[in-house]
């Protein structure tokens, strides 16, 4: 059994930083994509970031290009983001997710229908 755990939310100040973590266990990895989205509420769960788990491709979402960055222990079967210059804008709950039959050229990545198995989410509010 997939299992994804995040952890590292919480309050923070506008400018401010948080990094967050996700455990993967149940499965092997080698092959996947591993994302990260959020949902704000009233929103739909928008994408942030992805991360091929074994060339380390990355791709992000405009709104968080050159704040965020994502990366993966391998050893520790671990997935972060890092997210630096925060906004209020970027309240949401963050979720981690495993998409185990990445796409590299259509660009479907964003959509959280490509994705297997999801966390259970972790807040992250931002204050202004």
């Known amino acids: 059994q997939v299992q994804l755990v995040e952890s590292g939310g919480g309050l923070v100040q506008a400018g401010g930083s948080l990094s967050l973590s996700c455990a993967a266990s149940g499965r092997t990895f080698s092959s996947a994509a591993m994302g990260w989205f959020r949902q704000a509420p009233g929103k739909e769960r928008e994408f942030v970031a992805r991360?091929?788990?074994?060339?380390?491709?990355?791709d992000y979402a405009d709104s968080v290009k050159g704040r965020f960055t994502i990366s993966r222990d391998k050893a520790k079967n671990t997935v972060y983001l890092q997210m630096n210059s925060l906004k209020p804008e970027d309240t949401a709950v963050y979720y981690c997710?495993?998409?185990?039959?990445?796409?590299?050229?259509?660009?479907?990545?964003?959509?959280?229908?490509?994705?297997?198995?999801w966390g259970q989410g972790t807040q992250v509010t931002v204050s202004s």
């Open positions: 997710a495993v998409d185990f039959s990445p796409d590299y050229y259509r660009g479907s990545y964003y959509r959280p229908r490509e994705y297997d198995y």
């Open positions: 991360i091929s788990w074994s060339g380390g491709r990355t």
